[in-house]
Structure formats: structure tokens, C-alpha cells
């Protein structure tokens, strides 16, 4: 509690002062204006603002106020006034009430503090209930699913996963509840429905009690991370798969060259023949194999040319459709007519073909159809091979480019990988299409031929 005279100094000062500002009494009473405690930095505004206050004779409440502690320490005040007036209405000082808020100013800044760092970091943030009901979610963790914050306010954390996801969130969720924490890899969806690996680092929330009342969760999307592995153990694998080919393959070139003479030694022995050919063809297909897997892990320049891709595509039907229709399996072909000229390797992409027909072959045990059509783009000629069979999970499709990745019970898992290597070598992409019970569609996109020798 405090007063002063008209020009600020003070006249009375209650004990408490000696605490809020460190000087005794007899160092404030008589001695010191109110503006002299201000802070430097906002002494001459404040001072301003009090005498315009003073010129009014006003009242005031809550007038906030930097100040100075003996020991030169920051104390926050918020201050409250009347005038005391003469009985001929002139203004003789002031009395008041300082309130000391140097406490809750400081957990106010630390507050403003904490919220800056959590809306600034690049790292998702959220808070939710422990039923997965949102409560907060800062820009970063709304922006990795392609919300805004405000969008997923209340809505639950489901949302960022897909069916196939939730056994291993559930599972996550068991670790929290157990053992108060969970660190781990764990893939979200985002709004358009494309899937992304995460790390993600969950806490259970607790009240002072220690009550469980949410679950804290930090989150990073680790896909260029992951990108990054997946090229570095590509490029060791490579050179492994490469030296292990060449080690192979010096064994199989000596089966086949002693099968190839054992058969000219025994022409007339049909039994004998009939083994040893079995063995010579196995020990070829082996060696194809083992170019396959070279071509994929060293790949390198093929002889290109230019080239009408509905050519290629119509080569590459011819030598499979008749054992398809067999099987129940139709090919209805659609070649866009006046096509402009590729410039490719015909061999690798005949290949690639095979394979694309292939897979959608054995997509449909049933039978079915298989759509082939040749089209323009913008600068692109594209090839679509359509399926009707049983189609893969965003899940599969998300992994169908790694190698060794396969889901059949025989396969290398290297025959879309080595497809996609070689298109890419003749500057193309390879983009497939798929969701359950509706069929696969890939899609080959070469650039149309500009000039002899290059694109």
C-alpha cells in the first residue's frame, strides 16, 4: 500500500515494500518517486502514461509495470490508484495498491515460451483423451496428414491409421498403458490416403495423482530416412547379389558346356537324353536367372533405338496369348493408331512386358481378361496392362517396388524391381494401380523419340 504527492514521490509505503523492492522504508519514503523503481528500458514511457493519469485526476486498475528490485532482479507489479484531492479539488498525490505478479508473469513467459517451441517444431505434437479423442495437435503433426490443426480438434486418432494398421497401434497402445511409454516405428495414413512410415515417441499423460488422463505423442515422418537405408542396403546388396551371380554362374557354364557333350556322346540314348536335357535346360534357366539379378543390381546401358512401342507390345502378346486363352485367360488388345516413335531397348522392354503380362496371368487363376492398350500423352507414349483379377492392399502396393519383395510362394521378388530398372534406363516410369477385388493396372511412360541418339 502506498501513496504520494502530486509529483510522484512517495510519501507513505507499507512494510511489505521492503520485500517487493529490496530497499527499507527510510529508503523509499521521502526518497524515491514511484517512476524511479521502473525499469530503464521502460521508464520514460511508463512515466508518461502515469502523469497523463496524474493531468486527469483518474482513477486506474490494473496497470501493469516493469520494475527494478535493489539486487537488480525484474519485479512485475500491477498497480491500482486513486486520486486524493484538497477541498478545493486540486490534486494533492495519489493512493494505491501494488499487486507483486513477478511469479505469475514469469510461468505466463514460460507458458508463451513452451507454446512457441511446440507450434514451431518441425516434429508432430499432439495431446489426446484415453479414448484417442484429439485435444491439441500442432501445425507440424496436422500438416504430416494434410490437416490443419483446427480441422482434427476432436476428431480420433484413428483417423491416421487404416485397418490393416490398427493391430499394430493397438499394440502400441497395450506397451502405454503398461509401461507408460512407447518408442517405434509406426505408419499413418494421410488425408488423400497414402501411407508413411513415422518414429513415434508416446507418453502417458498423468494428473497430479498419478491417474492416467491422455496420452502425450511426438511424432517424426521418417520417409526420406527410410529412402536413404532402403538406397544405402540396395547398393551393398547390390554388389553381394553381383559377387554371389558371378560365383554361380562359373559352376553352371561348366554343367551345361558336360551336358551339352554328354548329349552329343549318347544321341542314341533317348532315356539318357531325356535326363540330360531336363538337366541342361534347368541349368540355362539357372543362368538366366542369374542375368536377370546382374541386370538388376549393375544395370547398364542398353543398345536403345527408335522404336513404334505398338510393335513391341504386340510381340510381346503374341508369345503368351495363345497359352493364356488356354488357361481362361483373354487378351484384348487397343493400339492407338499414328503413335510418334520411341527411342528404346526393345529386348529390355519386351521383357519388362512379359513380366507385367505375366503377373496379371497369374493374378487371375480363374481366368479373366487382360486389357492391353497403347495411348498419347503429353510428350509420352504410355503402355497400360489392366487386369480383372484379385488386386493388392494399399499396404502391398506401398512395398511392390522393393526387391525381394513378393507375395507368392515361388519368385525372386525382383521381377517388378528390375522391370522398373529397366524403364527407368530407357527414361521412363513405371506406375502401378491396384486396390482389393478391382484389379491391377500398370502403366509404362517413355518419352516420345526427338533426334537420333537421344531424347
Not at 505469475?104 to 484417442?132: I, N, P
Not at 498423468?206 to 491422455?214: L, S
Request: hydrophobic share 35%.
Amino acid at each position: 500500500i502506498w501513496e504520494t504527492d502530486a509529483d510522484g514521490l512517495y510519501t507513505y509505503a507499507s512494510p511489505i515494500a521492503e520485500e517487493i523492492f529490496g530497499y527499507t522504508l527510510e529508503e523509499i519514503v521521502g526518497k524515491k518517486h514511484f517512476y524511479d523503481l521502473f525499469h530503464p528500458e521502460d521508464r520514460e514511457e511508463l512515466k508518461k502514461k502515469a502523469f497523463e493519469i496524474f493531468a486527469k485526476k483518474e482513477s486506474f486498475h490494473g496497470f501493469k509495470n516493469r520494475n527494478v528490485h535493489k539486487n537488480g532482479e525484474t519485479v512485475w507489479l500491477l498497480t491500482s490508484g486513486t486520486p486524493v484531492l484538497d477541498e478545493k479539488g486540486h490534486l494533492s498525490g495519489y493512493r494505491g495498491v501494488d499487486m507483486d505478479i513477478t511469479r505469475r508473469e514469469k510461468a505466463e513467459k514460460r507458458l508463451r515460451l513452451l507454446s512457441s517451441v511446440v507450434e514451431q517444431s518441425t516434429e508432430g505434437m499432439a495431446l489426446a483423451g484415453l479414448d484417442g479423442g484429439l485435444m491439441f495437435v500442432n501445425k507440424a503433426f496436422a500438416s504430416m496428414h494434410g490437416y490443419t490443426p483446427e480441422e482434427l480438434r476432436g476428431k480420433n486418432l484413428s483417423v491416421f491409421h487404416s485397418p490393416d494398421q490398427m493391430p499394430f497401434v493397438e499394440a502400441a497402445n497395450r506397451q502405454i498403458k503398461k509401461t507408460g511409454e512407447f518408442n517405434g516405428e509406426i505408419w499413418h495414413v494421410r488425408r488423400d490416403g497414402t501411407l508413411f512410415p513415422t518414429w513415434m515417441h508416446n507418453t502417458l499423460l498423468r494428473d497430479a495423482t498419478g491417474r492416467p488422463v491422455g496420452l502425450i505423442g511426438i511424432l517424426r515422418d521418417i520417409t526420406e530416412r527410410k529412402k536413404m537405408e532402403q538406397s544405402q542396403r540396395l547398393t551393398q546388396l547390390g554388389q553381394l547379389i553381383a559377387d554371389i551371380a558371378h560365383e554361380v554362374n562359373n559352376p553352371l557354364m561348366i554343367i551345361s558346356g558336360n551336358t551339352q557333350l554328354a548329349l552329343m556322346e549318347n544321341a542314341g540314348n533317348e532315356a539318357l537324353k531325356k535326363y540330360l536335357g531336363t538337366i541342361f535346360d534347368q541349368a540355362q534357366r539357372a543362368k538366366d536367372i542369374i542375368l536377370r539379378v546382374l541386370k538388376y543390381s549393375r544395370p547398364g546401358k542398353a543398345e536403345r533405338r527408335r522404336s513404334n512401342i505398338n510393335m513391341s507390345v504386340d510381340i510381346a502378346v503374341s508369345l503368351v496369348e495363345h497359352e493364356y486363352a488356354v488357361q481362361g485367360v483373354i487378351i484384348d488388345r487397343k493400339f492407338a493408331q499414328g503413335l510418334l516413335p520411341v527411342f528404346i531397348d526393345e529386348k529390355g522392354i519386351q521383357e519388362v512386358l512379359l513380366t507385367l503380362l505375366t503377373n496379371a496371368f497369374e493374378a487371375m487363376p480363374g481366368g479373366g481378361v487382360i486389357d492391353v492398350s497403347t495411348s498419347h500423352g503429353k510428350g509420352l507414349v504410355k503402355v497400360n496392362i489392366k487386369d480383372t483379377g484379385e488386386g493388392m492392399s494399399k499396404e502391398i502396393l506401398e512395398r511392390i517396388f522393393e526387391p525381394f519383395f513378393t507375395t507368392k510362394d515361388k519368385g525372386t521378388g525382383l521381377g517388378i524391381p528390375i522391370c522398373q530398372t529397366i524403364v527407368k534406363e530407357n527414361d521412363g516410369d513405371l506406375k502401378l494401380a491396384s486396390a482389393p477385388g478391382k484389379g491391377t493396372t500398370a502403366t509404362i511412360l517413355l518419352p516420345v523419340y526427338k533426334k537420333e541418339g537421344g531424347q
